[in-house]
């Protein structure tokens, strides 16, 4: 399958539109922008998978009451470099900034911290978050998981065990300077990027999906069933797994989402899924880690991680290949060009979006 990226939406029109979807749909002016702000964000960096594509499902939630509106989160317990943080299924664009904010801070006087989210709506582009840090001056490490989540097979099984579980490990830069930004889920593909293959987006991997009975695949049916045009995908519906990445390596590092994210925070793990439970909604865990790099071996850190980039970059090149990049380059790239030029989307993820607007009363910028 071929990428078909055809309609082209300016940055801003794109914001006004999204923005305006949220907010009829229920939440506060604020928080409506905010979630647009960041779903626009992924799709700036490239990362389509947790971009306005999400929109549909997000409106969807908020319906069946899966995520609440215009949520502050809760201070479970604390102490000067720790807090456990419960995010009482507040939209993650929401309780997922005031959890960083809170790390950070308490990062920046003790020199580190510690922060263990629980039951947040969707929280996107773990990126955001390490960004957010990295804005601070903060090194920042985060491992995710899905309650009850399960999407992803671990090395040398077939059944759903992990949700797909990222991990970001984020590196301040000079002023200005986008961070080194290491961002990626810990299965070969995002679910979202099975959404978008299945939207007739870039196509998967050849060793993306797994069967039930072992073979392995590429076709989005795997996970979500039988394909309609446009219509609500379901991993639900499908009976085979994403696979992790890296083989046991991959798998290994998923499973430890799992005990960090899910154990740890009192989130809970992916699985075992509740019989009774009758719809999927995504509570993200997310354990994170912010460290202050004064307090730590180098007088001088953002200049030598810099100057080891770059010698990172000076490599030799392998046959076929342009240009090594360090971690967060795509994605800055990306955002560049992007901003100038607008954001690409599929026709049915855009049609999609459209029919969520109109079912609100809202209609779709020319
Ligand atoms: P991916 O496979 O595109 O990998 C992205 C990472 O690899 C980035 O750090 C990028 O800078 C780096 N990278 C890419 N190409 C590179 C190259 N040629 N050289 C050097 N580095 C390179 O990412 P993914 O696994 O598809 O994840 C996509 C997004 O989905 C992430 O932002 C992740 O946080 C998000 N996600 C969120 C959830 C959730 O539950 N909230 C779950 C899964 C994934």
Same mark, same amino acid.
């Given at each position: 399958m071929a990428d078909l990226p055809t309609h082209i939406i300016a940055v801003d029109t794109l914001q006004r539109f999204v923005a305006e979807i949220f907010g009829k749909a229920g939440t506060s002016g604020e928080e409506a922008a905010r979630i647009a702000h960041h779903l626009i964000g992924a799709n700036l960096t490239g990362h389509d998978s947790h971009g306005v594509i999400r929109v549909p499902r997000y409106v969807q939630n908020l319906q069946d009451g899966d995520v609440v509106a215009n949520q502050q989160v809760e201070i479970v317990t604390e102490g000067p470099t720790h807090a456990v943080i419960d995010g009482?299924? +507040? &939209?993650g664009q929401t309780v997922g900034p005031q959890a960083v904010d809170f790390g950070i801070a308490k990062a920046k006087q003790a020199g580190m911290c510690i922060i263990a989210l629980r039951n947040s709506g969707h929280i996107g582009r773990i990126g955001d978050w390490g960004e957010r840090a990295a804005e601070q001056g903060l090194v920042s490490l985060h491992f995710v998981n899905v309650y009850q989540g399960q999407l992803v097979a671990p &090395? +040398?099984? *077939? $059944?759903?065990? &992990?949700?797909t579980n990222p991990v970001c490990i984020a590196i301040p830069m000079e002023d200005g300077a986008p961070p080194l930004l290491l961002d990626f889920a810990t /299965? *070969? *593909?995002?679910?979202g990027k099975v959404l978008v293959a299945s939207n007739g987006g870039k196509a998967l991997p050849a060793d993306a999906l797994i069967g039930p009975d072992g073979t392995i695949s590429d076709d989005p049916a795997t996970l979500y069933g039988p394909l309609t045009p446009g219509g609500p995908r379901s991993a639900g519906n499908g009976p085979g797994s994403i696979r992790a990445f890296g083989d046991h390596k991959g798998s290994g590092i998923a499973f430890m989402c799992e005990i960090l994210a899910g154990v740890l925070t009192g +989130?809970?793990? /992916?699985?075992? *899924?509740?019989? $009774?439970?009758t719809r999927r909604r995504i509570a993200n865990g997310m354990f994170s880690i912010y460290l202050d790099?004064?307090? &730590?071996? /180098? /007088?001088n850190f953002v200049a030598e991680a810099r100057e080891y980039a770059n010698y990172v970059k000076a490599s030799r090149l392998a046959h076929g290949v342009d240009e090594v990049l360090v971690p967060g380059e795509p994605e800055s790239r990306a955002r560049a060009e992007r901003l100038a030029n607008g954001v690409p989307l599929q026709v049915d993820t855009w049609n999609s979006i459209v029919a969520t607007a109109r079912g609100l009363g809202v209609s779709a910028p020319n």
């Open positions: 009482h299924m +507040g &939209f &090395f +040398g099984g *077939v $059944d759903r065990r &992990f949700s /299965s *070969v *593909v995002a679910e +989130g809970g793990t /992916s699985g075992p *899924v509740d019989p $009774d439970r790099p004064h307090r &730590f071996g /180098s /007088s």
